[in-house]
């Protein structure tokens, strides 16, 4: 079994409670706020399922998780990730443009992120860890 991380920043809650359900869905992950995170620690995982909320202009929060986020998408080479993340407003666009980053980094980029507008589905997020787990 591959080692895992699932990896997110959260403002109301609702990004933690995703990543809590795809961990749950995965069976066993190492569950990190993004602040207790590092570079170092990304590269021992295999799979690692991002997590972070549309902010402002559908944008990622910019604070911590940006430039956590800028700081490891380089090491992403030959890992398998997922993108996940809760919205109020917009269509997406975050999401897009943020699979779209992984594209040209060597990283597997798992489905197309799981988006939840506003309180997620716990049931649809297990269902991702599953298929996560599975890729």
Do not use: H
Not at 77 to 95: I, N, P
Not at 114 to 132: S, T, V
């Amino acid at each position: 079994m591959s080692k895992t991380a699932v990896i997110y920043w959260t403002g109301t809650g609702n990004t933690e409670a995703m990543a809590n359900a795809i961990a749950a869905g995965i069976g066993e992950a190492d569950v990190l706020s993004v602040s207790e995170a590092d570079a170092s620690a990304v590269a021992q995982y295999e799979k690692i399922a991002f997590g972070c909320p549309a902010m402002g202009d559908e944008v990622l929060e910019e604070g911590e998780f940006e430039p956590f986020f800028a700081e490891v998408e380089g090491s992403l080479s030959g890992k398998k990730v997922a993108l996940f993340g809760s919205y109020g407003w917009g269509d997406g666009q975050w999401m897009r443009d943020w699979a779209d980053r992984l594209s040209g980094d060597g990283a597997q980029l798992f489905e197309e992120g799981l988006m939840a507008n506003g309180a997620p589905d716990e049931a649809e997020c297990e269902e991702f860890g599953k298929r996560f787990a599975a890729f």
